[in-house]
């Protein structure tokens, strides 16, 4: 990796992987799912995942929230909470008409 603006570097990919590893665990379990809602830093991470310009990473946060909002807890206290979630996710959707995998 020579760090040229087309490559992954190891911290992008290893932000994908978590990302994702975190959207399979909280998928099915309500337990996992609090842990993550109850962790602020998490939290913060997945928002900031979320405004990242790198598609992937974005497309993986944005997959982790899907899996989290499975939880009541998540939608009441976390989301209507913070304004930032919402415009990010508004954000997505509209680009999601120029990218079909968003």
């Given amino acids: ?15 994908h992987s978590i990302l994702k590893t975190l959207a399979s665990l909280t998928s099915e379990e309500e337990t996992c799912r609090k842990k ?3 962790n ?4 913060d991470e997945l928002l900031s995942s979320l405004k990242t310009q790198n ?3 974005k ?4 997959t982790c ?5 499975r939880s009541d807890k998540m939608v009441k206290s976390i989301l209507l909470e913070a304004g930032d979630f919402h415009k990010e996710l508004i954000n997505i959707f509209v680009t999601s008409d120029k990218d079909h995998d968003l």
């Fill in 65 to 69: 929230l899907v899996s989290l909002l």
């Fill in 55 to 57: 598609r992937d990473i």
């Fill in 1 to 15: 990796m020579n760090g040229s603006s087309g490559e992954k570097t190891i911290q992008q990919e290893l932000t």
């Fill in 59 to 62: 497309l993986a946060a944005a």
């Fill in 36 to 38: 993550l809602i109850d």
């Fill in 40 to 43: 602020k830093k998490i939290i």
